[in-house]
């Protein structure tokens, strides 16, 4: 069976980024290995799973994130259409509350049943990001 190892993020301001995990979601950082030139941020969710920050090189031609495309769209109501990272929380309200606190931009729904609540939101690269509503397990 697979499990999520890490997700990878290419940022041209990792510190930032890193930042907004650690306030928003509650990342840790922990070590990361040494690759010279290669300037990275590790983070780990604990329990869940490692972010990889990475700082952002222009020479690999890799697509940048959302907000640095030609018609960028930061509506987060375009989001539960489009590319996306959830995370589920037990505490949804307050999580809710904290996004508002904090300024960000959400989008907020729920399933057809109406038994799982949504927030939909960016990070500050315009990455797309959903956190769903659970129950206490």
């Not at 930032?16 to 983070?43: C, H, M, N, Q, T």
């Not at 375009?78 to 904290?98: A, T, Y």
């Not at 904090?102 to 609540?117: A, C, R």
Request: hydrophobic residues 35%.
């Amino acid at each position: 069976m697979a499990t999520l190892g890490h997700i990878a993020r290419e940022s041209s301001d990792i510190t930032r980024l890193a930042k907004f995990y650690k306030e928003v979601f509650g990342f840790e950082e922990i070590e990361s290995p040494d690759f010279g030139d290669l300037k990275v941020i590790w983070l780990n969710l604990p329990g869940a799973f490692a972010m990889h920050i990475i700082q952002r090189n222009p020479s690999t031609n890799l697509p940048e994130g959302p907000y640095s495309a030609t018609s960028a769209v930061r509506d987060p109501s375009h989001l539960p259409k489009g590319h996306h990272i959830c995370f589920s929380v037990c505490n949804f309200d307050s999580f809710l509350r904290s996004l508002k606190e904090k300024g960000i931009e959400t989008f907020q729904k729920s399933l057809p049943d109406g038994k799982v609540k949504q927030v939909f939101f960016f990070d500050p690269d315009g990455n797309g990001l959903e956190v769903a509503s659970r129950s206490a397990s």
